[in-house]
């Protein structure tokens, strides 16, 4: 399994940005599908998007569609969640995750994610 580990949350006033990083350690990083999870208190952890290991290939969520981009860079071991136009609703806590799954669309669920981080805290204010 890999190890996860993200940053770069905090505190944000609505319309603003953020970016998470999520480094990870361990095995092949470069081989794993990554994706992003939240979760905001009393609900359910919920889908954000995921990014195919050559980074070609990418899915989100209705909810961050044109708001939010997810990139990696392989070589620092790093998948990147760049949040813009941050909104009320976006606060929660945010996970990263790694899926080994081999397919040209990453998935959406988590029982295809093995490896998770342990989650940074996200809050826009309105």
């Known amino acids: 399994q890999v190890q996860l580990v993200e940053s770069g949350g905090g505190l944000v006033q609505a319309g603003g940005s953020l970016r998470l990083s999520c480094t990870g350690s361990?095995?092949?990083?470069?081989?794993?599908?990554m994706g992003w999870f939240r979760q905001a208190p009393g609900k359910e952890r919920e889908f954000v998007g995921a990014?195919?290991?050559?980074?070609?290939?990418?899915r989100y969520a209705d909810s961050v569609k044109g708001r939010f981009t997810i990139s990696r860079d392989n070589a620092k071991n790093t998948v990147y969640l760049q949040m813009n136009s941050l909104k009320p609703e976006d606060t929660a806590a945010y996970y990263c995750?790694?899926?080994?799954?081999?397919?040209?669309?990453?998935?959406?669920?988590?029982?295809?994610?093995?490896?998770w981080g342990q989650g940074t805290q996200v809050t826009v204010s309105s």
């Open positions: 990014i195919t290991w050559r980074g070609v290939n990418t």
């Open positions: 361990g095995r092949a990083f470069g081989s794993l599908t």
């Open positions: 995750a790694g899926s080994s799954t081999l397919s040209s669309l990453p998935p959406t669920t988590m029982r295809m994610f093995d490896s």
